[in-house]
Nanobody, 124 residues
Framework: QVQLVESGGGLVQAGGSLRLSCAAS????????MGWFRQAPGKEREFVAAITWSSNGSTYYADSVKGRFTISRDNAKSTVYLQMNSLKPEDTAVYFC????????????????WGQGTQVTVSS
């Protein structure tokens, strides 16, 4: 079965960096746009970043993270990454990896598969 396994979350001070990874299995990775979403307590899940299926895929970002976060993928390893720099307390959330076959993976309603999530906590 399809599995998306996130790692790399944790506790960091404001201004710090974290790198999230999402290892995919059970699917043809090169057919899937990959994305990251996040959900803070009491809030709805929101889009963070996405990358299309090719090895040098087009990238898309939420305005709130543009210039601070970078999404990338390694198709040979079936893994997508989210490099998060200049972290702010408002970035605190559970971060979810998402896979969307032949689509951009930026709309939560069209996502085919979700990971279980990894907690990111940014202290002030």
């Amino acid at each position: 079965q399809v599995q998306l396994v996130e790692s790399g979350g944790g506790l960091v001070q404001a201004g710090g960096s974290l790198r999230l990874s999402c290892a995919a299995s059970g699917l043809t990775f090169t057919q899937y746009g990959m994305g990251w979403f996040r959900q803070a307590p009491g809030k709805e899940r929101e889009f963070v970043a996405a990358i299309t299926w090719s090895s040098n895929g087009s990238t898309y970002y939420a305005d709130s993270v543009k210039g601070r976060f970078t999404i990338s993928r390694d198709n040979a390893k079936s893994t997508v990454y989210l490099q998060m720099n200049s972290l702010k307390p408002e970035d605190t959330a559970v971060y979810f990896c998402a896979a969307d076959r032949w689509r951009q993976a930026s709309q939560s309603g069209s996502i085919d598969y979700w990971g279980q999530g990894t907690q990111v906590t940014v202290s002030s």
